[in-house]
């Protein structure tokens, strides 16, 4: 079976990692966050892994930055709404720790391919 561009890419494996712990620890959500939490928080992660792969479809390294940076984005907005999560006790401390280890090394590597990207960009390249 083929493989894509993105699926070689190690930051989008990791935030698929994190796409499946998010869907687990929210499940254990309230029933009346289904629709509100729940949802913001899995449409955020999902965004982060969505924006790397359908960023590294463009053709041009600009193209490709400015996906990588709404990845972040939506990076950002998951720990604000984890933060959030934590204080309403819907996860533990540690599950907030534990996400936060994700949310650094998967920021890192966003920023890493960003820069890439655009360097490569700037060099001349589409």
Do not use: H
């Amino acid at each position: 079976m083929k493989e894509y561009s993105f699926e070689k890419l190690g930051v989008w494996k990791e935030s698929r990692k994190l796409s499946l712990k998010i869907y687990r620890l929210t499940a254990k959500f309230p029933v009346e966050e289904r629709y509100v939490l729940t949802s913001q928080m899995r449409r955020a992660v999902t965004s982060v892994c969505s924006n790397l792969a359908e960023g590294v479809s463009r053709i041009s390294f600009k193209d490709q930055a400015r996906f990588s940076e709404i990845s972040f984005g939506s990076l950002m907005e998951l720990l604000c709404q984890a933060i959030l999560s934590s204080d309403l006790l819907f996860i533990t401390n540690d599950e907030l720790n534990d996400l936060r280890k994700d949310v650094d090394t998967i920021g890192y590597q966003i920023n890493e391919l960003k820069k890439s990207q655009l360097e490569r960009y700037t060099s001349g390249n589409l």
